[in-house]
C-alpha cells in the first residue's frame, strides 16, 4: 500500500496581515475621535456673519448665553450676579485672555451686550463675538 506525502505550499513564518487590520482600524479610529476632541458640549445656534476674521489662538475665555438667557462661563453654568467676579482673575494676568461671546440667535441684545459690559467693567479688553459663516 503506498501512502502519499503531504506537502505543504504555503511557507512557514507569521501571517501579518491580521497585524496590518488593526492598525489601520486604530489609525482610523484615532483619526476620527481626533476631530470631535475640539467640539464644545453646549449647542448655541450662533448668528450668521458675511464677514469676519479668524482669531489667533491664546488662551480664551468664551462666555455663552443660550436662548433662554442662561449664562456659561467655559461651558460651567453661572449666574449674572456672581459673573463679575468669576472673570477678575482672568483680567488680573498680564497677558490678558480673549473673552469670546457666543450668544443664541433666539437670545435677546440685551443679554449680549450686558455680558459685553460686565467683561469690560471688569476690564477685559479683548472681546469677541462667535459667529458662523
Known amino acids: 500500500m503506498a501512502f502519499r506525502r503531504f506537502r505543504k505550499n504555503e511557507e512557514e513564518g507569521i501571517n501579518t496581515t491580521p497585524l496590518v487590520d488593526v492598525m489601520f482600524n486604530l489609525l482610523i479610529f484615532i483619526i476620527i475621535t481626533a476631530q470631535y476632541s475640539n467640539i464644545q458640549s453646549l449647542k448655541v445656534n450662533l448668528p450668521k456673519a458675511q464677514s469676519g476674521t479668524g482669531l489667533e489662538k491664546t488662551e480664551q475665555i468664551v462666555l455663552t448665553l443660550t436662548r433662554d438667557e442662561k ?5 460651567k453654568p453661572v449666574i449674572v450676579e456672581t459673573l463679575k ?5 482672568f ?8 473673552v469670546i461671546l457666543q450668544a443664541d440667535e433666539g437670545s435677546t441684545t440685551g443679554g449680549l451686550v450686558r455680558l459685553m459690559d460686565i467683561a469690560s467693567q471688569v ?4 472681546i469677541s463675538i462667535e459667529t458662523r459663516k
Request: no cysteine; glycine share 4%.
Open 123 to 126: 476690564g477685559l479688553k479683548k
Open 85 to 89: 467676579e468669576q472673570l477678575q482673575p
Open 91 to 98: 483680567a488680573k494676568k498680564e497677558d490678558q485672555p480673549r
Open 71 to 75: 449664562i456659561y462661563l467655559n461651558d
